[in-house]
Structure formats: C-alpha cells, structure tokens
C-alpha cells in the first residue's frame, strides 16, 4: 500500500555534535545539500522550487566552543575548529516513513565530507506517520511478565558460558542447574548459532524439555532467548522451531541483520525479540565520530524490538556509567502519546549484585532484565547459589537495604560477597 501524507510540510529532524574547520554556516548548509537535493557543483536543475520543496533545512546551529586542533586525524586542515551543535531537518514527503531510508539520509554520506572533522548523531525526531507504517514492540515487559508468569520485579538473567564451545547435552545441563536455581531468564551468547558441536534445533529441543518440565511442576516458565540470527529464512525456520516448542522469546544480534532483516521478522515473529547490539562499539566508541544511543535506538524500537542491550554499569567495556543510565533510561520514553513502543532494557557486561543499588535507584523502577555470565556462575556453592545470591542482592535494593545487611539472613548472598 502506497504511503500518502495529507501534510506536505510534514518533516523528520536530527540533531548533530559537528565539529567543523570551515565557517560553520557554511558547514551546516553543505551537510544539509550534501543529505537531500544538493551536489557538489550547482546544477540548473536545482530550482529554488525544487530546494524549497526537498532540500534540508538547517533548523539551528549553536556554537559551543573552539579548538585549535580538530578531534579526529585527518580533518581539514585550519587554524579554528568549531564545535556546535546542528539540528536538520527534512520534509517527510521526500523518502515516505521508511526506516532503511532515515538512515541513509541522517547518517550517510555525511560523515566523511570534507568540512566535517567530528560529527555525532544525538537524537532523531520522527513523525506519527512512522508509527502507522511500524509495529514497534509486540511485547514489551507486559508481554513478557505474562509469558513468563513472573509479575513483579527485575528479572534475574545469565548468558550460558562458555560463549561457545559446549555441547547441546552440557548446554541442556546448565540450564537444568539455573532452573534449579529459580532463574526468570537465559540466553544464548550472541556468538552461539548453529554450529557442529552445538546444533540450534538439538539444543532448543533438550533445552525446552528441562524449561517446560519445570514450569509444569511450578507454574513458572523460564524464559529463553533462542539466538536465530542469520539470513531471512533461518531466522523464520528457527523461530517457528522455537515456537513448535513452546518457547518464549528469540534472539537477534541488530547490526548483524539490519534494519530491513528486522522489519520483515518482525512481521512474523510471534514472540518475544530479544535484540542484541554486538558491533555497537565501532558505532559509538569514538568520541568525535557516530551515534549516540538515544537516537539509534529508536529506530529499532520502531523496527519492532523488545528487549535492547544497554551494557551495564561498571561494565568491562569502555562505556561510562553515565552514558550507561542514559541508555537504560532512553528505552522507557515513549515514542509516542497514541503509540509508547517503550522495550525492555536489558543490562549486562561483568553484572553482579553490587551494581543492583545503582541500577534501581538509575533508572527508577525495576522493570529490566540484568544478564550475569560468570557473576553467577562463579559461586563457590554453585550455579544455583549463584541465581539466589543475585536475586537477593536486587531485593535488597527494592528493599532499601543494603546488601551487608540482608545478607545476614541470606547465605547465598553473604557467600557471594566474598567473590564478587
């Protein structure tokens, strides 16, 4: 079905960090020319009717400060480089609501133009026309507390270890152990797929008999976020063979299926998507250079996730605390007054119980998901005493408590403060 507007002016905005040795103006109105009708020479072409109709626009340029040294090598050369902060924007009419094609125009070729020495994507503005052609989240954590059956507070997660390596029977017997333990959620590491010695259906198949033998004793499903990613079919295939087993929730690594991949499974998933951003590094890491997490994030929620990644605090990566809670934060703000799209954010990298007080006092409520790896299964009593003892350190933050305190009465919890 063809996308129509009843409002032409309709229009989408972003905002940069630019960094620029050129007469920053004249840096704005390149980027702008360079991203929607512009070229490198003036062609006749380029009417004004036509620029006024779908050229981009600059919507402000604030100066912040100078530099006698530009941010990344190579920028061109110049006595000053400024630093400002450069809003755009576009008239919807010219790409429709599609995602793939936001993309292209915020973050194409812009950021290797001459005039550009450091540039950072800080935020997207998308009309409602793009909630009408998304789904967003199927999910989100009411449908995941639903199918889990767990109501309230965080949900107590790990990441199977080894990342790789394990067989389907000793991946089965993990599992068996964190079941044991009274875990809510496990996934698979974004490096398990579908490998010789640890074949997908082989391992969703002895896995979902130990998860689905638990929760008819209990009344509670753990749930297991599947790795599918890989081309369209697979992803499809896998998905069905998870859902043939009365399993909750898949997993996809973003950056790896793009954004197009998304859209499609989205269309066909009928559960849970646990979205993974393995590859977000070489998006962000560079200070002067990338997209902030604010931004990225909502195309992916708009794509259809419902669980996204957003490291941890104190993480064994190079990510700060503070960008860390922006992350986690940014999830939860609706995207819409008609259509939140709000997801799950889902912390993990070298968790423990003593970031649980942080994280719940960060972000302020305790809907997430936090994966452990080796903070749970490096207990000394056990993967069991491994679960509790980081259960327990997250009710004791609900709590107010501190951890020395509650871990009086709670032996998992005092054994692992001596490990953690």
């Known amino acids: 079905m063809r996308w129509a507007t009843n409002n032409v002016d309709e229009r989408f905005y972003a905002t940069y960090w630019l960094e620029t040795g050129d007469d920053p103006a004249r840096a704005a109105e390149i980027i702008a020319g360079e991203q929607s009708s512009g070229t490198f020479l003036k062609l006749a072409a380029e009417t004004p009717a036509l620029k006024k109709r779908s050229g981009a626009q600059v919507e402000s340029l604030t100066i912040l400060d ?3 040294q530009p941010s990344l090598p190579g920028g061109k050369r110049s006595n000053v480089y400024t630093r400002c902060l450069l809003k755009l924007s576009w008239p919807l009419s010219n790409i429709g609501p599609c995602l793939p094609s936001v993309f292209s125009t915020v973050a194409g070729n812009l950021f290797e133009l001459a005039q550009v020495s450091g540039l950072r994507l800080l935020d997207l503005e998308l009309p409602e026309a793009f909630a009408q052609a998304y789904p967003g989240p199927a999910f989100g954590m009411p449908g995941t507390r639903r199918l889990s059956g767990k109501q309230t507070g ?10 790789v390596g394990l067989n389907a029977v000793e991946t089965a017997e993990q599992v068996q152990m964190l079941v044991a333990g009274d875990i809510d959620f496990i996934k698979d590491d974004e490096l398990q797929a579908d490998g010789t010695y640890c074949p997908f259906e082989e391992r969703v ?16 499903k753990v749930m297991v976020a599947f790795n599918i990613t890989g081309d369209l079919d ?9 859902l043939a087993h009365k399993g909750t929730c898949v997993m996809v690594c973003l950056n790896s299926i793009g954004l197009a991949g998304m859209s499609a499974f989205r269309k066909h998933s009928q559960l ?13 890491r560079s200070p002067a250079l990338g997209w902030e997490f604010a931004a990225w994030q909502k195309i992916w929620r708009l794509a259809g996730v419902d669980h996204l990644h957003v490291n941890g605090l104190r ?14 934060r940014s999830v939860g703000i609706p995207l819409y007054a008609q259509a939140p799209m709000t997801a799950v954010p889902v912390f993990s990298s070298a968790q423990t119980g003593l970031q649980a007080h942080d994280t719940i006092k960060a972000i302020g409520h305790s809907d997430l998901i936090v994966t452990a790896g080796g903070g749970i299964f490096g207990h000394p009593d056990g993967v069991a005493a491994g679960v509790r003892a980081l259960r327990q350190a997250y009710e ?25």
């Open 272 to 284: 849970p998507i646990h979205a993974h951003r393995a590859g977000w590094g070489y998006l962000n």
């Open 234 to 242: 697979q992803m499809r295939h896998r998905h069905d063979f998870v």
């Open 66 to 68: 100078t530099s006698t």
């Open 154 to 163: 965080p949900f107590i997660g790990t990441i199977i270890k080894p990342s």
């Open 205 to 220: 198949e002895r896995v979902m008999q130990i998860v689905n033998r638990a929760a008819d004793q209990s009344g509670k």
């Open 396 to 420: 004791a933050a609900e709590a107010g408590t501190t951890l020395s305190h509650y871990s009086q009465e709670h032996p998992e919890l005092k054994r692992a403060l001596t490990f953690w």
């Open 315 to 328: 993480n064994k990566f190079s990510e700060s605390d503070e960008s860390v809670i922006a992350a986690a």
